[in-house]
């Protein structure tokens, strides 16, 4: 059990990595693109601009802010929890996307928490599609590397098969 803890306290302390990472980023970039406007980072790719989003992905739920601060605290409990009690499982790629998605998800409710809103700040510049921040980055990569455990190497366990 003792070095399960230790993978416990090394997986919260990346987690607390991704937490910090966003944190840092936001301050930094959105705070000067807040006062100067569009910043082009790489011509027809990429812009910086501050945004405040009052909902979540794609504004969603920013009518009942109340609600999305609940089920956003609650899912990040949830998952934390989840990774905790599944610390036997030692699949890399698990614990991978747990850690960028509990991380991307606390970065936001930081935000929402602390100014009512999250700071979202990188934009394509070639295509139409939503600006957004690190958290975002890594919800989505934890996402997408999570489906790919589950569909390429999640084996659920066989129940033994009862004597005739």
Do not use: W
């Not at 990429?46 to 989003?53: K, Q």
């Not at 504004?59 to 905790?84: C, E, H, Q, T, Y």
């Not at 809103?117 to 139409?128: L, S, T």
């Amino acid at each position: 059990m003792k070095k399960y803890i230790k993978y416990i306290v090394i997986e919260l302390l990346l987690v607390g990595a991704v937490i910090a990472f966003d944190l840092i980023t936001k301050e930094i970039i959105y705070t000067k693109a807040e006062s100067a406007g569009r910043m082009v980072f790489i011509k027809g790719i990429l812009s910086f601009v501050a945004v405040r989003n009052e909902g979540a992905s794609f504004g969603i739920f920013s009518s009942n802010p109340v609600l999305l601060k609940l089920v956003s605290s609650l899912s990040s409990a949830a998952l934390i929890a989840f990774l905790i009690v599944s610390i036997k499982h030692r699949h890399p790629l698990l614990r991978t996307s747990l850690i960028l998605i509990i991380g991307g998800a606390v970065g936001n409710l930081v935000d929402r928490i602390a100014l009512g809103y999250v700071r979202d700040f990188a934009e394509y510049e070639f295509v139409d599609f939503a600006i957004f921040n690190m958290a975002d980055v890594c919800l989505t990569i934890g996402t997408i590397l999570l489906v790919i455990y589950v569909i390429f190497f999640y084996k659920e366990k066989q129940k033994p098969a009862a004597n005739k």
